[in-house]
């Protein structure tokens, strides 16, 4: 059973432009959640979703973050306009249906903004 | 809202030794707790967890146990290994499933 999948693995981007993480949950998992890990601090949470719904977004910055996870596909971070203080390792976790409190990770994708 | 505060890093110590990372927690309710583990360059791992009061979560020699009457969850191996080198977190669920976590303590192990 294949783990959480994250992609890219490392992502470069200029200021201003736009960065697009994705990820896959583990087969059957239907939560999904983002997290960010600035240097030297721990995770901070983000957003919960599941499949077609945002369930918890108190962690998300107000403008230029957005998260989706739609019916079909992977979940998606999408960050605009990005500024050098958006760099940083943001982590995809999932879980099942029934077991809601126990979160498995992905590699994390690592930003970083020029 | 919920809190983590785990001691600070780096943590050195030699093969064989014994380890304790202390963990201490806000949260209301009946919170769920969990260590974490994070290698170089990788994703966090589930290393352990508790969902009540005076429960042991183990796992690959380590171990933590809920204390509620101290808001504590602290993390132990009574041998470490130089393959225990990494950075380990603890977090709190105290529900909506979204997890808190501290800041993370690197460890060290050395020959």
């Known amino acids: 059973n294949a783990g959480v999948m994250q992609n890219p693995r490392h992502l470069v981007r200029r200021r201003g432009q736009e960065a697009r993480l994705r990820c896959s949950p583990m087969?059957?998992?239907?939560?999904v959640y983002w997290y960010r890990q600035l240097p030297e601090e721990g995770l901070k949470f983000m957003v919960y979703?599941?499949?077609?719904?945002?369930?918890?977004e108190s962690g998300m910055p107000k403008e230029r973050f957005s998260a989706e996870f739609p019916k079909e596909g992977p979940s998606i971070l999408r960050i605009q306009q990005v500024v050098r203080g958006d760099s940083a390792a943001y982590f995809c976790?999932?879980?099942?249906?029934?077991?809601?409190?126990?979160?498995?990770f992905g590699p994390g994708t690592r930003l970083t903004v020029l | 809202g919920d809190s983590v505060t785990q001691m600070e890093g780096p943590v050195t110590l030699s093969e064989e030794a014994f380890l304790t990372i202390n963990c201490t927690y806000t949260?209301?309710?009946?919170?769920?707790l969990f260590w974490y583990v994070q290698y170089p360059g990788e994703g966090l791992q589930l290393l352990l967890k508790?969902?009540?009061?005076?429960d042991k979560g183990s796992n690959k020699g380590f171990e933590a146990t809920y204390r509620k009457e101290t808001t504590s969850f602290h993390l132990e191996k009574g041998s470490v290994q130089v393959s225990d080198s990494a950075v380990y977190f603890c977090?709190?669920?105290?529900?909506?499933?979204?997890?808190?976590f501290g800041t993370g303590t690197q460890l060290k192990v050395e020959l």
């Open positions: 979703l599941q499949k077609e719904n945002i369930i918890d």
């Open positions: 977090a709190v669920e105290g529900g909506g499933n979204k997890l808190t």
């Open positions: 087969k059957g998992h239907s939560h």
């Open positions: 508790a969902t009540k009061a005076d």
């Open positions: 976790a999932s879980s099942p249906r029934d077991r809601d409190n126990e979160q498995f």
């Open positions: 949260a209301t309710g009946y919170p769920s």
